[in-house]
């Protein structure tokens, strides 16, 4: 009945007025809708800075949200940042509310920063004025996850239950990493790869004769005998007496097989990413050195001293690994399989996994033979006496029984490799 009547008083109203009113209901109608703004900016984007932090992103999962907690419309907040003294890339962010005793704290490597993240995230800026787009990175690519926390109470962190690492064996990890290398790499990754598991010595004793077929084709047997023949001598790598250029004096070739360098490119590739090496995953040796990959034009030098600097580091890694006081720097740092066996039989660990002594020589004597070619034979030995944990002056008799000869210029003491190699002789102490 009241629709009936309020369309029966439409009818006797005017027209005109009727139509009136219907305008005015389309005009509110339209004034709901919101224009579009349209701006033609410039885009600039920022490159991080190490002086100075990038912005800080992070979220309240609790639903605690600073902006209605307060009738002003804002609440006032105390926000602090902590940087790890040891491990500068480690963040934490801490939120402190005025007047509560309840603080948000969020890091950028614990919890649900430790996740799989496939994406870059950067902050935008828009300025209306001057119509330009500022593009900026954030700290640490991590958008953190703030959680209450009481103030004063201690609170064990855990992992969370959905991104907690459950523990795989090594059978299992290489079977997920064949899978994704098949999925998403290059063919000549793909290539590496499968060589790689063909010269991977598998506990399966059906296996083994296969392996060892494999392994005999990429390790040159002769550069293995004169090795051996070398350790019982004087415990240095391959030589040549009668050799009349430096080059030629230690082989590489020797001690450096040609199924060996397919697994040295690590470095190569990372030059030509245009990625630098970090002191933490590499020697300081190579890392003041990685800047002659950038001046060598041709692909094939440029491959060759890479795969040097990488045999350095696999080998400084190797006797870290087995010493007491490098083991730290050797934990995470992945070994081919070829060299692993290779180094294993060569330097004969035992059962404590330490060196012996004269292995350990033998070792530094291939480090320092090495670096006389990366640094084309006028080697400085400061760096790399870091490397192995060496004083600089006690590393010099090292590079006496190599043959080499110590000159000082402009105050930089610098080992050259003269031609033919004459060795030292043993000096013994005169008896009273």
Not at 90 to 117: C, H, I, K, M
Not at 327 to 336: E, Q, T
């Amino acid at each position: 009945m009241a629709k009936h009547k309020e369309k029966k008083n439409l009818e006797d109203q005017n027209p005109s007025e009727v139509e009136g009113k219907m305008g005015e209901s389309t005009k509110k109608k339209t004034k709901k809708k919101k224009k579009k703004e349209t701006h033609t900016v410039t885009m600039e984007t920022i490159a991080e800075n190490p002086n100075n932090i990038s912005p800080i992103v992070g979220y309240f999962p609790s639903g605690y949200d600073p902006l209605t907690n307060n009738n002003d419309g804002f609440e006032e907040l105390s926000t602090k940042l902590y940087r790890n003294a040891k491990r500068n890339n480690r963040l934490q962010l801490v939120v402190s509310p005025n007047g509560s005793q309840v603080d948000f704290v969020g890091t950028n490597y614990s919890g649900e920063a430790t996740s799989a993240q496939l994406c870059t995230y950067s902050l935008g800026i828009l300025d209306k004025e001057t119509q330009t787009l500022k593009i900026v990175p954030i700290a640490a690519n991590k958008i953190i996850r703030l959680e209450p926390r009481v103030r004063g109470l201690e609170v064990q962190e855990t992992e969370d239950p959905d991104t907690a690492k459950q523990e795989i064996t090594a059978e299992e990890r290489n079977d997920k990493m064949r899978e994704l290398t098949q999925k998403y790499t290059s063919k000549k990754s793909i290539r590496q790869a499968r060589k790689l598991d063909s010269l991977r010595q598998q506990e399966d004793t059906g296996n083994q004769e296969e392996f060892d077929r494999n392994i005999a084709g990429a390790i040159n047997k002769e550069a293995l005998e004169v090795a051996v023949a070398t350790d019982s001598a004087r415990n240095i790598p391959p030589h040549d007496l009668d050799a009349t250029i430096p080059q030629l004096a230690y082989p590489l070739d020797r001690i450096i097989s040609k199924g060996e360098w397919d697994f040295l490119l690590d470095i190569f590739e990372l030059t030509e990413a245009g990625a630098e090496m970090t002191p933490d995953l590499y020697p300081s040796f190579v890392c003041n050195r990685s800047y002659k990959l950038e001046h060598i034009q041709d692909e094939d030098e440029k491959k060759r001293l890479a795969g040097i600097f990488s045999f350095i580091t696999h080998l400084v890694k190797f006797k870290d690994k087995h010493s007491m006081d490098g083991v730290s720097s050797a934990k995470h740092h992945k070994f081919p399989g070829i060299l692993s066996q290779k180094f294993t039989s060569m330097f004969s660990i035992s059962d404590s996994k330490r060196l012996p002594e004269e292995k350990v020589t033998l070792l530094i004597n291939y480090v320092l033979v090495l670096t006389l070619f990366a640094d084309d034979f006028r080697s400085d030995p400061s760096d790399i006496a870091k490397d192995l944990r060496i004083n600089a002056v006690a590393l010099r008799p090292f590079y006496e029984y190599l043959g080499c000869k110590l000159v000082r210029e402009k105050n930089v003491v610098l080992a050259t490799l003269p031609v033919p190699l004459v060795f030292p002789s043993v000096r013994r102490k005169r008896r009273r």
